[in-house]
Each structure stands twice: as C-alpha cells, then as structure tokens.
C-alpha cells in the first residue's frame, strides 16, 4: 500500500480546486451572463457599515446601469478616510458581475 504524504494530499487539493475555478466561468456564461461589468464608487456614512454599504451599493448601481441583469458579482471595498472623531466613514468600492448584454 502506497504511503500518503502531506504534499500529496496538497497537490491532489490543488488540483481539484483548480478544475473547479476552470469549470466556473463556463457555468456562468451557459445563462447568457457573457458581459463583464465593473464600477467604482466612493460612499460616506456616519458609521463605518453605513460607509461600506453605500460604497458597494453605489458601485452595484453603476454596473446596473449599464447591464440591465447582472450576476451579484465581487466587491472589492476599502477605506479612503475616516475623520479623526470617527464621525465620518468613507470607502471606495468595485464591483465586478457578469451582465446581459
């Protein structure tokens, strides 16, 4: 019986994560999603989850006005400014989604 080593079991891991990332975006176009979309947008707001949800639910808006249905995509969101009180909270946000065209 064949031993097991732990750089096997990577390399076996490796290998079934990268067949699922290959097989992702075919599933993702078979719905006629083959447009990538993507916006950035900053949002404020007096706490840091009003900041964040204003910043990702401006950059949405933009890729929903171009793609009229659009997958729920990635956002990419960080913070650009927060005053010193810790009154205000700004973020810039990109969101990626696949759209029909």
Known sequence: MRK???LRRLGLA???MAAGLATTPVSAHA???DTPRSATADG???TQAAGWAAAEN???QAVLAVGHDCT???YNTFSI???PGGGTWVYRSTHEAMCVD
């Open 14 to 16: 490796l290998a079934v």
């Open 58 to 60: 401006r950059a949405r």
């Open 31 to 33: 719905d006629g999603y």
């Open 4 to 6: 097991v080593t732990w």
């Open 81 to 83: 400014y927060i005053s």
């Open 44 to 46: 404020a707001g007096s």
């Open 72 to 74: 729920p995509g990635t």
